[in-house]
């Protein structure tokens, strides 16, 4: 199997994606789409751009939802782009079609998460790793042999005799992986995109098979996306790591530099979640709270702020947040007093709406303003009181405004990029900048 040549005429950027957004019309009922009725959107990726350095190993880490999939399958075409680009050696992947997209796709190979279903079950390994080559006009059978038998030893299938014509159901799970793997490398591709490659895989087998994706770098002169919700491995594997959240990028940086000082929130986060094997040691876990939101109707302003633990005024406070603190307030209250509550705020359902100002109660302003003090007095500390601008008597309630929210954008702080209002545009030297 060849090797590649060396890459010194070569540019450094293989793939520069910019302003890349891939976003999914939710299906909806049929009556709402005959009558041509808005059924929402999701925005699995909004706005992402990054570039990927020839020879690197590039990681996408976020929690399940974040579309860190979503983008490794668009680099592909598999998810076809809503809007930006996707340049790879000066050619747009995210305007390609047909049989261009097909020549492409020998350069940029994807091993999927699970080798289970990414391996036709009727089809012998000899078959499935040779298929590559039948679909990109490798027509002797003897030619495809030869070449799927060296890239089965390249994988570590050997003796190749004993594998050629076994089935899936016949191999260990790090077996199937190996030949997702060698399947991937068969058309010797520029560039391979990991999807979760050893999150189905017993531990014994991990660290065998990214060692050898290692060795397949070397060897092949590849570049990789790996894209993982696991730390751990993307800390011993990539060179940089890509932070993603609801479908952005929040920071992206050299692996070692996000790990010794992680700047966003969310990674801070990320990183306390990590287990630590020592069961003595007291360890800090300021996790996040509550669950991923909805990417068909992401929070205003920064996506992150319900959850973070550091969310300032501007960082996007609304309605839907109000909401949430006072069901979470409900949840402590007895049968009695909740009723009691309740007849004084009515339905909580027009909160649902997304925006920077909601009406509160539906008996007297004194007593919506009484009930909102004692839901402050609780926490005073919750990050929304600072992003409330005022309280106004509204008729049978109160009118709350919150403050303009700021949507931040990747700025450079040392070596790393991060998207977080804690980092503005134009501070002054590294580090944060809080208001006192």
Known sequence: MPTKPEAATRPETIIDVRDLSVYFDLGGSTLARLLGRDTGTVKAIDGVSVSLRRGEVLGLVGESGSGK????????????????????????????????????????????????????????????????????????????RRRVIDTLERVGLSPVELFLNKYPRDLSGGQKQRVVL???????????????????????????????????????????????????????????????????????????EIFAKPRHPYTQALLAAIPDPDPSRKVSRDLPRGEIPDASA??????????????????????????????????????????????????????????????????????????????????????????????????????IEFHDGVDPALRRDGGVEVACVLYPEGAEGPGPVVDR
């Open 69 to 144: 999939s979503t983008l490794g399958r668009a680099l592909l075409g598999l998810a076809p782009a809503t809007e930006g680009s996707i340049l790879f050696e000066g050619e747009d992947i995210a305007t390609m079609r047909g049989r261009h997209l097909r020549a492409v796709r020998a350069d940029i190979q994807m091993a999927f998460q699970d080798p289970n279903a990414a391996l036709n079950p009727s089809m012998t390994v000899l078959e499935a790793v040779g298929d590559a080559l039948r679909v990109h006009g490798v027509r002797s059978a003897a030619e495809r």
């Open 182 to 256: 060698a399947r991937a490398i068969i058309l010797d591709p520029d560039v391979l995109v990991a999807d979760e490659p050893i999150s189905m895989l017993d531990m014994s087998v991990r660290a065998k098979i990214l060692q050898l994706m290692l060795d397949l770098k070397q060897d092949l002169g590849l570049t990789y996306v790996y894209i993982t919700h696991d730390l751990a491995s993307a800390k011993f594997f990539c060179d940089r790591i890509a932070i993603m959240y609801l479908g952005r990028i929040v920071e992206i940086g050299p692996t070692e």
């Open 298 to 399: 992401p929070p205003l302003g920064c996506s992150f702020h319900p959850r973070c633990l550091k969310a300032t005024p501007v960082c996007g406070w609304e309605s839907r947040d109000l909401r949430t603190l006072v069901e979470g307030h409900w949840t402590r209250r007895s049968p009695e007093e909740y009723a009691h509550e309740q007849r004084i705020v009515g339905d909580l359902d027009h909160l649902d709406a997304g925006s920077k100002t909601a009406h509160f109660g539906r008996t007297t302003s004194a007593e919506a303003r009484d009930l909102l003090d004692r839901i402050r007095d609780e926490n005073v500390d919750e990050p929304l009181w600072g992003g409330v601008s005022s309280v106004t008597d509204d008729g049978n309630g109160v009118r």
